[in-house]
Every structure is written in structure tokens, then in C-alpha cells.
């Protein structure tokens, strides 16, 4: 048995001990002296936050199927543990061997949102590993970022030796192979960095220089060594159906944030919604076969025992083979207990159809994202939702005997005014006055809406990323408009109205859109004693401020002031696929209240194309199994209709 790095006296005195004992069920255990390669998977935050995370599941699984390599896990210790680890001088360890994270080649911290930086710090500060990528020697782990954040990794860019852009599913064995050679050849940590450069989708930061210009913004970005690329490409899993997915995912021993199996039956989204960086990271849309998700289904509820699947996507309805795949879930699980949860629907006949099938109509509510709350705001950014559409579908469910509705809505969008930010209680409203036509003694109890509003960060590589922020003082009255309006609708005591921390949006924007300037704020904050700012009870705003202005930071440069579409933004050196010239064709039809059709409906010629891949009109599209002869799927992954052929896995 394996010894804890946690005595029993300090496991008694903290929160959720299970957090850090490892051994799960499905936990992938080695004889590190057998390995080659040690990897720590790292997320940076709480573990019942990590282990719902799929990404993590998935490159834990893959990593593993190495025989040379040794894949682990950690999360950010809770408050709790972090101050006795601190006082007693315990390094941070992986769960499954308990062993201090120093001792291992590879530490990868996934970047999921922009709130999770100053626990970044923790995990290389609790670790012993020096936070700055330049002081860290040859004895250190090599810590490398990957995740949506990555898409502008700059405001951490010193404190990571490498980054992994796009999905992990295909680079990160050559990045190993890479690094088994160097060490074979005596190489330095510093000619693996020159050798990692050359393969796609890596970046190393210190291969990069960066100027600027006298009004702060960029002069230059560029490559300092002839190994590192001018632009830095996003790599992609081409063939969805015949790639790495676990068929025995980790089973937490306490209650996850969603203890669930997940299906990801598709990546990317055909809308094109301006405010959405997922939508325009993850494209062309590529599915899954309907038949492989059939097979894993199976596969992992009974690995787990889990009473729920969650179909997992950016837009389920637009997933081709969705009748057939939820018919097969209700027809198999359905009457074994096993809840099926369809987020990311259109509110259509159908989707209310599934609902209603898989839901208890009387507990659950029903979730509409209109975004904007007028006609015009909506054309803005794209969303591809009329009023009818909206009241149309309301009715439908109420129809079918829904009573709670839950509207999520979006504050501080390019060229909101009072009449946009007035449209959203006003058409909450209408959706209650239709519940209310319905004859009293058919109505399912009284109606329960509630209003959501976040505010708006313009994200890199979106058609918004030119655009303004709102002052956390705009954002903050906008709120009071809509409360008051909610207050002064007819059917007021049908709405509840809730609205996003203002102070927590700024800080969203500043390091969505920020540049290496920003190392120092970060440092300066954590040790100052911010972590865990994603968590509202954890959240000090006046730490930051005092961080702020020690730094001299000039947060408005970052997130109020307009971009010129001409100007280098810190992001700018990453191929992401969508080109710069859509995103500001996208951005000037905007600003017309233009709308752009679907990609099903018609290719706008975004750039993804090229990738020739997926349900992209603008590609190519080729057969799954002529990508596997063309070469164009990572390593040499058997698929999985051919294991049972006795295929390896690998």
C-alpha cells in the first residue's frame, strides 16, 4: 500500500480529505521505475471541479496508453490544506503515487478560465517549482498550459515553458518522443525547448520577443530563434469517431460537480454567434459516429455506475444523429434508473419531445439563452433567434406542462443602449403572459421565471474582439435598469432577476486580453493573498486593487479602451483557423445589425475549411477511414471498430 502524503492528523482536521487520497476507482497505477515518463496532470482548482472536467479524463487515458509513460493527477488544495501545507512545509504531490510534484518530467496545467491564474501559482509555489520559467533548472518539471485560455496565453506567458495549442488529442506524443530523444542525446532542458518549437501546435514563450510602442500598445512579436515558427498553428483531431475517449473514466470517491458520465457527441458550432471564442476555436464542426458513442455509452456506465449521462456539445440540436442516439440512451438506460441531461438544446418540438420523455415536467425547468432581449441586439451579435422563435418555443413547453423557465442574457454587448437593456425584463414578461393564456385549470402551477444576466468580456477570436468594455460602474447600472424594470412588469412576481459579479468581469477582461505586462499583477495578487477568485465566498476585490495599484497597472488600457483592427493584438502570432479577415468582416456586419447565416445554410468562408475536415461546406469532406490512410490521425491509433479485430489501442 501505498504511503500518504498527508498524515492521518491532518486529514482529520481538514474539509473533504478524499479530495487528496487518490485511488479512485479506474485510477491507472505504475511502477514509476518502469516508466520513462512522468506526467502530472494538473487542474488549478478544486477537485470536485478537476474530475468533471472531460478534457483531463481523455488525456489521462490517452497518456496512459503509453507503456512509457506514467500519467497523474492534482488540484488545487482547498484554503484549508494550502495553510498547513505552508506551515509544515509539505510539497504539493500527484494523487495516485502521492510523490511531490518536483519529481516529475511534465507538469500540464489545463487554462479552462481566466479566474484560475493566481492558483497557477499555487500549485508551482506549493510545489517548490520556481514560478518563473526562467529561473527553473534542469531538475525542474517542464510546465506546460493547454485549454481554451491558451488562445492568449501571454499574461502567463513567463511563468510556463511551453504551451499546447489546440486539442490534445494530437501533438503531445511527438512532444514526448521529443523529449525521450533529447535526453537520450544529453540534450539540456533548453535544446528540448528549440526541439519542442519545431513540432505544430507548440509554443514557447521565451523563443519569442516582444516591443512596444510609446502608447503601450504592441510594436512587435516575433520569434528570437530560427527554430520557433512566425505563427504558431492550432492543431485539431480531424476524425472525432476514431481518436482517444475513455471507456472507464475516474469515479470520484465524493460527489463531483457533475457526477455523470459525459458523451461529447460533437466539437464545434455551425451558428457563428459573434460573442462566442468557443464557437470560433473549436471549428469546423466534426461529429462523432452515433455508433461509437452507443458502444461508449455502454462502456462507461458500467465502468462507473453513474445514473446519468450528459450528451455534451456547443449545440446538441445541430448534432445530425441525435433522434437515433437518444432513442437508443431512453430505450437502454431509461428503465434502469440512468437520467439522461441534454444540455445546449434549441428549444424546439423536438428537443421538448426528448425532455419530456426524460424529465420530471413538475421539479425541472427549462433553459432559453436569448442573450439579448431586443430584435436589433440580437441581429448584432448574431444569434440567429427571432422573438417568434423565443415565444414560440416558451409556448410549446408550456404547453407541454413546464412552468419554470430559466433566460440567460448578456449586459454591456457593442452598441447596447437602454432600449436593448430595457428589452430584456420586457421580454421575460411576454414569455410570462404567454404562460398566463393558458386556461387556469390546465396550467402546471404557478410560473417561475428567472432572469440571468452575466456581462459581456470581448474574448480573442471572436468578431467582438475590437470592442470596448463596459467600466465595472456601466456594467453595475445596467443591472439596476433591469431591476427596476423587472419590478414595474405586470408580471413581476412571476420574475426573479439575478446578475454577475461586476468586479470578477473586469478582472475576465483584463486577462483575456492582456499581454506579459501583466506576470507582475498576477504574482503581486497571489502573493497578496488571492486564490480561488472564481469562488464568490474566496473572492477579496481589495486585494486586487492594492495589487493593481502597486503595479501601476493600467487596467482600462486592457479592457475599455476600443482596438483599431489594424493594431497587433497580443493573441495575433496564433493560427487558430478562423482568419483575422473574417473576424473583421464579422465585426463590420455587426456594427450594421447585419446577420450571416449558419454554416449548414451557407460557408462564410471563415478559414476552417482548409482543415478539410468535418461538417465544414467550406472543406473538403472525406471519409473517416481515408483520413487513417491518408495519415491524417495522430499516432497510430487503431479505430475503434477495429479493436475488436485485436487492435491496439495504440
Known sequence: MKKLALSDEILLTIDKPARYLGNEVNVITKDKGKVDIRFCMCFPDVYEIGMSHLGIQILYDMLNQREDTWCERVYSPWVDLDRIMRERKIPLFALESQDPLGDFDFLGITLQYEMCYTNVLQVLDLSGIPIYARDRDEGDPLVIGGGPCAANPEPLADFFDLFYMGEGETSYFALLDAWKANKAQGGSRFDFLIKAAGIPGIYVPCLYDVAYKEDGTLESFGPNHPAAPARVEKQMVFDLSHTFYPEKPLLPFIKATQDRVVLEIQRGCIRGCRFCQAGMLYRPTRQRDVEMLKERACQMIAATGHEEISLSSLSSSDYTELPELVDFLIENFGNKGVNLSLPSLRIDAFSLDVMSKVQDIRKSSLTFAPEAGTQRMRNVINKGLTEEDILSGAGQAFDGGWSKVKLYFMLGLPSETEEDIRGIPRLAEKIARRYYEIPKDQRNGKCQITISTSFFVPKPFTPFQWASMNTREEFLEKAHTVNQEVKEQLNRKSMKYNWHEADVSILEGLFARGDRRLSGLLLEAYQSGCLFDSWTECFHMERWEKAIEKTGTDVAFYTSRKRKTDEILPWDFLDVGVTKEFLKREWEKSQQEAITLN??????????????????????????????????????????????KGGSAL
Open 599 to 644: 454554416c449548414r445554410q451557407q460557408c462564410q468562408g471563415c478559414g476552417a475549411g482548409r482543415y478539410g475536415a468535418g461538417v465544414c461546406p467550406g472543406g473538403k469532406e472525406r471519409p473517416e477511414m481515408k483520413l487513417k490512410e491518408e495519415g491524417k490521425l495522430p499516432g497510430d491509433i487503431v479505430p475503434w471498430k477495429e479493436k475488436e
